[in-house]
C-alpha cells in the first residue's frame, strides 16, 4: 500500500483512541466503533478495489512482455537455424574449394608432366631430323612439279 494510506489508517485510529478517551457513555462508544468500522470497511474495499485495477495493469503488462520474449524467443530460433545453415553451407563450400585445389594441383602435375613429354618428344623429333637430313635426297626443282599439274 501507498504510504497515503497507511496515513489515513493512522488518522482513523488515532481519532478513535481520542473519541474513545472522550466519550463515557458505552453506546456512545459502540455506535463510534461502528462508525469507525464501517470506515474502515468502505476504506479497504476501496484499496481493494484500487489493488485489483493495479493487478489488471500488471497482468496486462507481464502478457505483453511475455508476448515480447515469445517474439524474441521465436527470432532467435529462426537466426540460429539460419546460422546453423549457414554454417552448414560455408562448410560445404571450404569442402568443395580443398576439393578443387587438390583438383587443380592433379591437373597441374599432369600438365608439367606432359610438358616435360612435349620437350622430350621435340628433342627426339630433332634427333631424328639430324639422322635423316644426312640421308635425305636432293629436293627437284619446283618447276617440274608445276609442269605435272
Do not use: H, W, Y
Not at 580443398?98 to 612435349?118: C, F, G, P, R, Y
Not at 635423316?132 to 629436293?139: G, L, Q, R, S, T
Request: hydrophobic residues 40%; glycine residues 2%; aromatic residues 2%.
Amino acid at each position: 500500500m501507498n504510504d497515503k494510506t497507511a496515513q489515513i489508517r493512522l488518522l482513523v485510529i488515532l481519532t478513535t483512541i481520542i473519541m474513545f478517551a472522550g466519550c463515557k457513555n458505552d453506546e456512545k462508544k459502540k455506535a463510534l466503533v461502528a462508525a469507525q468500522a464501517r470506515a474502515e470497511v468502505v476504506k479497504l474495499k476501496a484499496d481493494t478495489v484500487a489493488l485489483k485495477g493495479e493487478i489488471s495493469f500488471l497482468k496486462d503488462r507481464l502478457q505483453t512482455a511475455n508476448q515480447a520474449r515469445n517474439k524474441l524467443q521465436n527470432q532467435l530460433d529462426q537466426l540460429n537455424e539460419d546460422k546453423e545453415a549457414v554454417t552448414t553451407d560455408a562448410q560445404d563450400a571450404l569442402q568443395e574449394n580443398d576439393k578443387l585445389k587438390s583438383l587443380l594441383a592433379e591437373q597441374t602435375k599432369k600438365t608439367d608432366e606432359l610438358q616435360k613429354q612435349v620437350e622430350q618428344l621435340k628433342a627426339v623429333i630433332r634427333e631424328l631430323q639430324k639422322k635423316i637430313e644426312p640421308n635425305k635426297p636432293p629436293e627437284q626443282p619446283k618447276a617440274s612439279a608445276d609442269a605435272n599439274q
